[in-house]
């Protein structure tokens, strides 16, 4: 590794306390990556209007969900185990204080959105439920305890935490707006009936809320400045890059006049 790189990277990162750590976090970041390349593949996880596109029905007995309750139980264990830690760790300073209350204010958007924004048309599968449920929940207390367990090391030289606090911001607030975009297309329509979106960034990227998700990671990640939320945050990215592409694809196949310059993601890049 080139010791240049690992000098900036002793900056702006806590010691790692173990070992195992390191290497969670970086199963983690292969693990993500590989559900990025299968979204982009065509196997979708079972949540999105998309994830049965060019499939089969499964032969295996499935137990459905309506589509609220479903992200309900996905959003709600990770709101949870962020809200119970400013409760449970609260002289750990600034720092967990600033992510707990970043990460729970992420997952209560999230719920508030289900309960008063989405507009929904489909159903879920439990089992997909239960495994996304755990993707968020786990990740989210592991950030929190690898933060607490990082309270006894020094402080990285650049503190970025501020610079975190403006990203994160930024981010969920974008994603937010963009989100009411989505939902505003489908208030005086069929609820089944789909258009491109307009609106916003939507007219360079068929995914901004995408981007705006990522943005929100990476503003945790320099608020916490371990090495598993710098993972976190890059794993988030490789998801939601295949995410995006799966859907302008979807896009592609259901309306023929979809605009040849909007990219997926980044605006004028990818």
Same mark, same amino acid.
């Given at each position: 590794?080139?010791?240049?790189?690992?000098?900036v990277l002793?900056?702006?990162?806590?010691?790692?306390?173990s070992?195992?750590?390191?290497?969670w976090?970086?199963?983690?970041?292969?693990?993500?990556?590989h559900?990025?390349?299968?979204?982009?593949?065509?196997?979708?996880?079972?949540?999105?209007k998309?994830?049965n596109?060019?499939?089969?029905?499964?032969?295996?007995?499935?137990?459905?969900?309506?589509?609220?309750?479903?992200?309900?139980m996905?959003?709600?264990? /990770?709101?949870?185990?962020?809200?119970?830690?400013?409760? %449970?760790?609260?002289q750990?300073?600034?720092? $967990? &204080? @600033?992510?707990? #209350?970043a990460?729970?204010?992420?997952?209560f958007?999230?719920?508030?959105?289900?309960?008063?924004v989405?507009?929904?048309?489909?159903?879920m599968?439990?089992?997909?439920?239960?495994?996304?449920?755990?993707?968020?929940?786990?990740?989210?207390?592991?950030?929190l305890?690898?933060?607490?367990? /990082?309270?006894?090391?020094?402080?990285?030289?650049?503190? %970025?935490?501020?610079?975190?606090?403006?990203? $994160? &911001? @930024?981010?969920? #607030?974008?994603?937010?707006?963009?989100?009411?975009?989505?939902?505003?297309?489908?208030t005086?329509?069929?609820?089944?009936?789909?258009?491109?979106?307009?609106?916003?960034?939507?007219?360079?990227?068929?995914?901004?809320?995408?981007l705006?998700?990522?943005?929100s990671?990476?503003?945790?990640?320099?608020?916490?400045q371990?090495?598993?939320?710098?993972?976190?945050?890059?794993?988030?990215?490789?998801?939601?890059?295949?995410?995006?592409?799966?859907?302008?694809?979807?896009y592609i196949?259901?309306?023929?006049?979809?605009?040849?310059?909007?990219?997926?993601?980044?605006?004028?890049v990818?």
């Open positions: 590794m080139d010791m240049g790189f690992v000098s002793q900056k702006i990162v806590y010691p790692c306390p070992s195992f750590i390191k290497v976090s970086v199963v983690n970041l292969v693990s993500m990556a559900l990025a390349i299968s979204e982009a593949r065509g196997k979708h996880l079972q949540y999105s998309f994830w596109v060019g499939s089969g029905k499964s032969k295996t007995k499935q137990i459905n969900l309506s589509a609220r309750t479903g992200m309900l996905i959003y709600t264990p /990770a709101f949870l185990v962020s809200a119970a830690s400013l409760g %449970l760790f609260q750990e300073g600034l720092r $967990f &204080l @600033l992510l707990g #209350s990460l729970a204010l992420h997952f958007k999230r719920i508030f959105e289900v309960m008063y989405h507009k929904y048309s489909s159903s599968v439990l089992e997909s439920v239960l495994t996304i449920s755990l993707g968020y929940a786990i990740p989210s207390g592991s950030m305890y690898l933060q607490h367990l /990082a309270q006894g090391f020094p402080e990285p030289q650049v503190d %970025l935490k501020c610079y975190g606090i403006v990203l $994160f &911001l @930024l981010g969920i #607030s974008g994603n937010f707006y963009h989100h009411y975009l989505l939902s505003m297309l489908r005086e329509r069929n609820d089944k009936e789909y258009m491109v979106p307009k609106g916003g960034l939507f007219d360079l990227v068929i995914c901004p809320h995408y705006f998700e990522i943005l990671f990476f503003g945790m990640s320099l608020i916490a371990t090495l598993y939320a710098y993972c976190v945050a890059i794993s988030t990215t490789f998801y939601l890059m295949g995410r995006s592409y799966a859907t302008k694809r979807w196949s259901k309306f023929e006049d979809f605009p040849k310059n909007v990219r997926a993601l980044i605006p004028f990818f």
